[in-house]
């Protein structure tokens, strides 16, 4: 549409006269025509742009035709100009309207930018807010991380010790066992050697029971035959006795008849009697003297052989009640030996129980073992404390680790969802400042392309608002780059927040692992805590705290199971001494030939004593006999002629024979020998080399066989020997 | 007896000690009726803690067991009893069948400086009440004693207590080998707390071996 009233003219500078070539037409291009110009010194309010090519118009000075196609061209210009009018217009509209929406657009994006901007500014003081809570519980959880570690370091060194302690224990216990073992194999020896001791001292017992019977036995046999002998030299003496008084009586009635014979010497002195009839008198009556002297010593000699009878009759009769004694004794002795048996019974009862009784050898270490158990039993009294406050403490520390990850586990969520809300809008703001940037450039590029196109139209209205488009644009620029920037270091802080957040989460985990060993440590603990009570409900307790006292007067025993309790104390008090007489015993059992009983072993003693002294006397009597057999042997090889040994033999059916050996003392060799059997009364001869030899066999039939008679075989060999010896 | 202000809250070391002494004799008394130590002709029944309980008329166990309070109610004020151990035996056997545990905390400030403590006196009768209506209870899970049994009193004390002349200290302590353990409830005065337990002997074994 054509303005009627056309837009004031901008002021241009004086340009030489345009040249405008008409548009060619078909015929005319051949011809051009010069247009001429007149200067630019016309009225402003008339200078339109769309009346140039009038004005030039009006200047054409050219014909009708000239005219009407400068017209033609002219309204074909003037239409080209007003489409292009009309387009630039148009594009005006539109790029108002973009200005428009722009400028709306640039509103909303400013409303948004500052919208932005304080979320912007909360998310950073809630971040900023957030880091300091973080940075407070990060500290926090290392105070406590550090807390913890300390804790568990001292609980690993009180592990360790206790490792150490348990180690010690354990080898201080395998030491015990050991010790133990070697105490109980050492206990084993001495077991066996007091039993075989004990077996030793059974079989001496034995044999000197055997001894004491036998010697009671022989004493008896003796006291007998002493008995025996004793009556026969009491009737001994009382011969003896008659006949010393008789002596005595002899002796007076001598003594009498000597006085009156020495009166009648003195008499016969005087009336001068034959010297020879007084000297036989006098030699009868000394002969008498001698005799009576004779008789005067043999009854003393009966009278201290009658001394020493009563003196072996006191001895036999102490040796009686001796043997009396002995025999009332021999009961009580079984009576020992059986008590003997019983005490040997508790005491292997006894033994069976400290047997039973592991790390016990003797009856002193019971005490001992009670007493280390008791230490044992307050040691794990002590040890349960400790691991109940141990326990106590754990539960607190599980129970504050466990609100911390809780608390944590809440932050860490919110953080998270913080974060992705930031790092949403995060990437609103780029996607928004994106496409504010794209569009920016695009509007840019309309902009200098309808600038450039204004600038050909010579269109300066649109220019100027695009170039106001430009500098708001351009004054926006720095504003969307601190934009940038701060997106930029959003990122980063955004970033660092999540390595927080993943170090935290890693912190979380270790934490919780943490929890759970704990609670599996709470669990053991609780365990031995059940354990341990069930100790205590048991009833054990510890001595060095506690003692167990009870009432003595219970209900439930009457009077007659007081007296059994008396009773059973007396009872256990004498085997308590009895067992104590044992233990003495034992250890005085090294010597042999002792008795069980002190009396017992006096009596032994006074055994032996007549023993000896029976030996003695058997060995003075042997030896007397030896000297009396000797000089009989000696006196019977001289009357005789033949040397004569005797000795006592057994026969094939047991019966005793004795046997003579005759050696003549005029034998020419050692090999003459006679020897003969005396059985019962009977004497036979026995064939040897010597009696074999003709000559002595025929004398042995002769005097032995034939005429029975020894005495004048052996008389008849002696002459025969004599004579051959004599001759030779 | 606890000392009844207005409030009747405030209780003593003297008061305390004869609440748990009387608890005790009473609790024996329970026992030895439920469990058939005597025979039932020979209890007689009286109001305590809210129960009808039953206390026994033989005067040997009577004397005894106040005997025995006097003294528990001593060892308490001086906070040097431990535990009280009722033992039930076999007459015949001797051997141990149960051991009725009760087991004593003392709060070792009281006893020291003698200070007071703060409970109402309802709130422990109704715990006793529940301790004693458990002892009533105890004979539905309890072995059955079908012979003839016998009590006696343990009482565990410090070393340091001097044993009275009708006392005696013992080196054995009645246990009972491999016990089943029943945990009853405990009553707390604030100043003594009692906590009881019974460790019977275990009669599967037996049964096993019957079998």
């Not at chain 1, 949403?424 to 600038?451: C, G, P, Q, W, Y």
């Not at chain 2, 149960?98 to 109704?126: A, C, L, P, Q, Y």
């Amino acid at each position: 549409m054509m303005i009627r009233t056309p837009v004031p003219k901008r002021a241009r500078p004086i340009e030489p006269a345009p040249i405008i070539e008409s548009p060619p037409t078909g015929s005319d291009h051949h011809r051009q025509l010069a247009i001429y110009e007149d200067p630019p010194s016309a009225d402003p309010a008339r200078r339109e742009p769309y009346h140039e090519p009038l004005q030039q118009s009006e200047h054409m000075l050219c014909t009708y035709q000239c005219r009407q196609m400068v017209k033609a061209d002219f309204l074909d210009a003037l239409s080209n100009a007003e489409k292009q009018v009309q387009d630039y217009q148009s594009q005006l509209a539109e790029l108002s309207d973009n200005f428009r929406k722009a400028d709306e657009e640039r509103k909303t994006f400013r409303e948004k930018l500052s919208y932005a901007e304080q979320e912007l500014a909360a998310a950073k003081g809630r971040e900023q807010a957030l880091h300091d809570q973080l940075l407070k519980e990060v500290n926090d959880s290392h105070e406590r991380l550090k807390k913890e570690l300390e804790s568990s370091a001292k609980l690993q060194t009180k592990l360790e010790n206790e490792q150490n302690l348990h180690k010690k224990a354990e080898s201080t216990a395998a030491a015990a066992e050991d010790k133990s073992r070697e105490l109980e194999a050492k206990l084993g020896h001495i077991s066996q050697s007091i039993e075989k001791e004990k077996k030793r001292l059974n079989n001496e017992l034995v044999h000197l029971k055997r001894d004491s019977k036998f010697s009671i036995s022989k004493i008896t046999v003796d006291l007998e035959k002493m008995e025996f002998r004793a009556q026969s030299s009491e009737k001994e003496v009382e011969l003896l006795r008659k006949q010393q008084e008789d002596l005595q009586s002899k002796f007076s009635e001598c003594f009498h008849h000597k006085s009156e014979l020495e009166k009648k010497l003195t008499s016969l002195s005087f009336e001068d009697v034959s010297p020879k009839e007084s000297d036989i008198l006098v030699k009868h009556l000394q002969e008498e003297l001698r005799n009576y002297e004779s008789e005067v010593r043999e009854a003393r000699k009966l009278k201290s052989a009658h001394e020493n009878i009563e003196l072996i009759n006191e001895k036999l009769l102490e040796e009686k009640s001796r043997r009396e004694r002995a025999e009332l004794q021999l009961p009580k002795l079984h009576e020992y030996e059986l008590k003997i048996n019983e005490l040997e019974d508790e005491l292997s009862a006894w033994k069976l129980m400290i047997q039973e009784i592991p790390g016990v050898s003797c009856r002193d270490d019971i005490r001992l073992r009670i007493s280390a158990l008791q230490k044992e039993v307050i040691d794990n009294l002590k040890k349960l404390g400790d691991v109940n406050a141990h326990l106590k403490q754990m539960e607190v520390i599980l129970d504050k680790t466990q609100l911390d990850k809780q608390k944590t586990e809440t932050e860490a969520v919110l953080a998270k969802e913080k974060a992705d809300r930031l790092e949403a809008e995060v990437k609103r703001m780029n996607v928004m400042l994106s496409a504010v940037s794209e569009e920016r450039n695009v509007l840019k590029t309309a902009i200098e392309d309808f600038k450039s196109k204004n600038e050909q139209a010579g269109g300066n209205a649109s220019s100027s608002i695009m170039q106001e488009l430009g500098s708001s644009i351009l004054e926006r620029e720095p504003y969307i780059k601190e934009l940038e920037g701060d997106l930029f270091a959003q990122k980063e802080i955004n970033t660092r927040q999540r390595d927080e957040i993943k170090s935290l989460h890693d912190r979380l985990n270790s934490e919780a692992r943490r929890v759970k060993s704990l609670e599996r440590e709470n669990d053991r603990l609780r365990s031995e805590i059940f354990l341990l009570e069930s100790k205590i409900g048991h009833g054990d307790f510890s001595a060095a705290n506690t003692k167990v006292l009870r009432m003595v007067n219970t209900l439930a025993v009457g009077n007659d199971a007081k007296q059994t309790i008396e009773a059973l104390q007396s009872e256990l008090q004498r085997t308590k001494e009895k067992l104590q007489a044992l233990e003495e015993y034992k250890s005085q059992s090294g010597n042999s030939g002792k008795m069980v009983d002190s009396y017992m072993s006096g009596k032994v003693a006074q055994l032996k004593e007549q023993i000896a002294t029976l030996e003695k006397r058997e060995e003075r009597y042997k030896t007397v006999f030896a000297d009396r057999i000797s000089v009989f042997r000696r006196a019977c090889c001289e009357l005789f002629g033949y040397k004569i040994v005797m000795d006592e033999r057994q026969h094939t059916n047991g019966i005793p024979v004795t046997r003579f050996t005759l050696q003549s003392i005029y034998a020419m060799n050692d090999n003459e020998k006679l020897e003969f059997e005396y059985e019962s009364g009977n004497t036979n001869i026995v064939e040897n080399s010597y009696t074999s030899t003709s000559e002595i066999s025929q004398q042995v039939d002769i005097f032995v066989r034939k005429m029975n008679s020894i005495p004048a075989f052996t008389a008849n060999l002696t002459v025969e020997s004599f004579n051959r010896r004599t001759l030779s | 007896m606890a000392s009844k202000t207005a409030a009747k809250d405030i209780i003593t070391l003297r008061g305390s000690a004869a609440i748990v002494s009387e608890f005790f004799g009473y609790a024996a008394n329970s026992i030895l009726y439920n469990r058939g130590v005597y025979p039932e002709e020979s209890f007689g029944k009286v109001k305590k803690y809210g129960l009808p309980l039953l206390l026994t008329k033989d005067e040997g166990v009577k004397s005894f067991i106040a005997n025995l309070n006097a003294q528990l109610s001593e060892w308490l004020e001086a906070g040097k009893l431990q535990r009280v151990v009722l033992v039930i035996m076999s007459m015949n056997t001797g051997e141990v069948l149960e051991r009725w545990n009760f087991s004593i905390e003392t709060d070792n400030e009281v006893v020291e400086k003698g200070v007071s403590r703060e409970k109402s006196d309802k709130e422990i009768m109704r715990e006793i009440q529940a301790i004693m209506r458990q002892i009533a209870s105890s004979i539905t899970y309890l072995p059955c004693l079908d012979e003839q049994c016998v009590f006696d009193v343990l009482a565990y004390t410090d070393t340091d207590v001097a044993v009275p002349f009708t006392w005696m200290e013992s080196s054995d302590a009645k246990l009972i080998a491999n016990p089943q353990m029943v945990k009853l409830h405990s009553f707390d005065t604030k100043i003594h707390k009692v906590n009881t337990l019974v460790s019977y002997k275990n009669d599967e074994e037996e049964l096993d071996d019957e079998e």
